[in-house]
């Protein structure tokens, strides 16, 4: 499929896991990608394996306004056009309530909805001009709680309410936008649970389709909500979850 040439799309996160699978679909299906991450060389090295005059790495840190404004304008100034935004770049944090820091709550809100939003802001009044569309990286862990994990579930449940709000905003002015929920995913964020293999067997239960999701799996999801072949779609949240959200929470019985 070519669904893409002619268009430019920026996808955060780049360098790693469902970013890297994601830059490197839509440079397959033909896109001009700006791949944008603050890790520097890991970033140059995904860049380096796709088209070269289609593709360029920018270093941003997408939880500061400004840098996530200037990612927009040197995409813009770069290839004259801009039509897709995937707002994907996320860190992890989580533990006991009671043991959660300031600074640790700032950083995920920082990265994981500050960073969304900076995006969506910056990217409208391009993406209004061609009718382009927003599909934001959030999580099963935006749509129920974890054990554990109460900053990042925060953050993530922002991530689907504010996909569902701008939706509301955004439709008339011909932009759509939704958002992609994995489970999990084997990627750099969860590269120690795939080394632990009573854990993996521990998901494996609760995930009907019994295994793990692959970063490209994932990847599939963002280009088809980016893609013509979603034109009637905005404010969803689509699971790409094996399943996991189909249950109510019991246990398997059998
Ligand atoms: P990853 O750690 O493999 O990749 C994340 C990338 O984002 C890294 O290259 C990192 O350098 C970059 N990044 C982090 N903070 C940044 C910032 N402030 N500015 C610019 N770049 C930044 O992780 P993964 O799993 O590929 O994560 C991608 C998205 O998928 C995240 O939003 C994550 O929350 C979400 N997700 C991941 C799941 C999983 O099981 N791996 C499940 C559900 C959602």
Same mark, same amino acid.
């Given at each position: 499929? #070519? ?6 799309v ?20 033909? $896109? ?5 991450d /603050?890790?520097e060389?890991?970033?140059a ?5 796709? $088209? ?5 790495a ?8 400004? $840098? ?8 813009? /100034?770069?290839? +004259? ?15 006991? %309530? ?5 600074? #640790? ?14 995006g !969506?802001?910056? $990217? ?20 129920? +709680? ?12 922002a991530? &689907? ?10 439709g ?8 992609? !929920? %994995? ?29 793990? !999701?692959?970063?490209?799996e ?20 689509v699971?790409?979850?094996?399943? &996991?959200?189909?249950?109510?929470? @019991? %246990? %398997? #019985? @059998?």
């Amino acid at each position: 499929m #070519q669904r893409f040439q002619g268009k430019v799309v920026i996808v955060t996160g780049a360098a790693s896991g469902i970013g890297e699978a994601t830059a490197r679909r839509f440079s397959d299906e033909g $896109a001009c990608v700006a791949l944008v991450d /603050r890790n520097e060389i890991p970033l140059a090295n995904v860049a380096a394996d796709l $088209a070269k005059e289609l593709t360029i790495a920018h270093v941003a840190d997408v939880s500061e306004s400004a $840098a996530t404004q200037a990612m927009v304008e040197t995409v813009v /100034r770069r290839f +004259g056009r801009f039509d897709v935004m995937v707002n994907n770049a996320g860190i992890f944090e989580g533990g006991d %309530p009671a043991e959660i820091t300031d600074a #640790q709550w700032r950083k995920v809100m920082a990265t994981n909805l500050d960073g969304v939003f900076y995006g !969506c802001r910056a $990217a409208l009044p391009h993406l209004e001009k061609t009718k382009g569309s927003i599909v934001n990286t959030a999580s099963v862990s935006g749509l129920g +709680g974890d054990w554990g994990m109460s900053p990042y579930n925060a953050a993530k449940g922002a991530v &689907v309410n504010l996909t569902r709000a701008l939706a509301l905003d955004l439709g008339r002015k011909g932009v759509r936008i939704n958002a992609v !929920c %994995p489970s999990l995913t084997r990627t750099g964020m969860t590269s120690d649970m795939m080394d632990d293999e009573e854990l993996l067997t521990k998901f494996a239960e609760r995930i009907p389709l019994g295994r793990v !999701c692959e970063p490209d799996e994932i990847a599939a999801v963002i280009a088809f909500l980016a893609s013509d072949d979603a034109s009637f779609m905005t404010g969803a949240n689509v699971t790409g979850d094996g399943g &996991v959200s189909a249950s109510n929470g @019991q %246990p %398997p #019985q @059998q």
